[in-house]
């Protein structure tokens, strides 16, 4: 139900609506899968292997959770603290999908997890192209 | 996708997976629908009157962003920490839903918000409900 | 400086100051000791010990964090949702602390950390009882 | 104490030590200090003036939560996710700061919330001239 408040916003925000919509959800997505995704790990008997993977999960649902509160605010915003942001996303995201790619044979939550990634990347990308 | 993840998980928590899922879903929504809430308002003309609106968000986003993470975790939980967790977020979902709905007949964003919020307290109380 | 910030609030909270401040400071430096602590314990040759402590270190962190931010506003507050926010958070630093105590004797990280989750426990505890 | 678990880490980061201690520190200090301002802000009679620092105070508290968190872990980084994660960091305290500075001269709580923006954009500047 969120799209459908941030659509009621009084003074909506110049950004393309969609790439817009796309990015927030696909950060709320990708916050809480590299949170389930870490969890799963912590619980795998190879953990030894997935440290890389815990660590970058964990920094991924935090950049992603920073980035989907800011981009979902419309009122009086700043350019470029957005665009670094989104900017600092994509990045995150980038870095935990290959790392879960790495596991993605032995583990389906890596596999499920590095495609919510991939595609939270794709629409950071795609928001920035809209703006820049 | 999250869903799917936290079904991959090696060693499922105990709890009643329905309900779990729905709560998981509810306080991302509800995290996400407060913080477009709290920004819409800060838009509107009367502003002032919207003040503790803005603040029971703010709460409220928080409240269900930490435990959207939190039951979202299957590995080793303790059962104390999260039944309290619910409690509080249930608690800030009550608040938020009272103060939106004082407002609902003026603006859409705040009746949708209070709706988010009445469902996501709900899914908090079926969710404890399978646990104590 | 931010305790300078919450002092200069136009309109202060009625909870006392005292033990609303060092609250606040409680929550915010157990958030980042629990995340240093999970970080420390994912660098551990032992690592498949504390998986229990990691997970209960991620919880405490999210709850303090949102506790935190919570009290630290005094702009029309509403006392349910503090009190069962708070209660959370003592929760959390009482999982954690008993966790992080099994491994204070093998590591000093496990140790310190223990000890900021009593202090927060406490801190939630006195700011509780000049509450209700 | 939570420098002191980042400094038990079994595996400490190869960043400057002190460099990084001062931006977690600063990350935790200005998220807190924006979260305190935005609340000192709701409670002001001339709060239509005070949207724009609103909103900015939100962005900066959050994207400064989610930098400390991530240059807090040291186990296993990923430089480019932390050089562009202190980035936007850096550009929402420069947002915040100057937002701020422009109330500074009416609400002393955006005063000191400029200096303490102003001191984590350096902080994290000085963090990044020590990696790239």
Same mark, same amino acid.
Do not use: F, Y
């Given at each position: ?12 925000? *110049? ?6 919509? @796309? ?11 590299? &949170? ?6 912590? !619980?795998? *008997?190879?953990?030894? /292997?997935?440290? @890389?993977?815990? @660590? ?10 920073? &980035? !989907?509160? %800011?981009? =979902?605010?419309? &009122? ?5 603290? %957005?665009? &670094?942001? %989104? /900017?600092?996303?994509?990045?995150? +995201?980038?870095?935990?999908?290959? /790392?879960?790619? @790495?596991?993605?044979?032995?583990? /389906? ?14 629409? +950071?990308?795609?928001?920035?192209? =809209?703006?820049?």
């Amino acid at each position: 139900m969120h799209q459908e408040i941030i659509n009621l916003h009084p003074h909506p925000s *110049s950004l393309d609506r969609d790439a817009l919509l @796309r990015c927030i959800d696909d950060c709320l997505d990708c916050a809480a899968s590299c &949170t389930a995704c870490a969890d799963a790990c912590l !619980g795998e *008997s190879d953990l030894p /292997e997935l440290v @890389r993977c815990i @660590r970058l999960n964990l920094d991924c649902a935090d950049a992603c959770d920073a &980035t !989907g509160r %800011i981009v =979902t605010r419309q &009122t009086a915003p700043d350019l470029r603290l %957005i665009i &670094t942001m %989104i /900017e600092a996303c994509a990045a995150a +995201c980038v870095a935990c999908a290959e /790392e879960c790619e @790495r596991h993605a044979a032995h583990h /389906e939550h890596c596999r499920v997890c590095a495609a919510v990634c991939r595609s939270c990347k794709q629409a +950071c990308d795609d928001l920035l192209a =809209t703006i820049v």
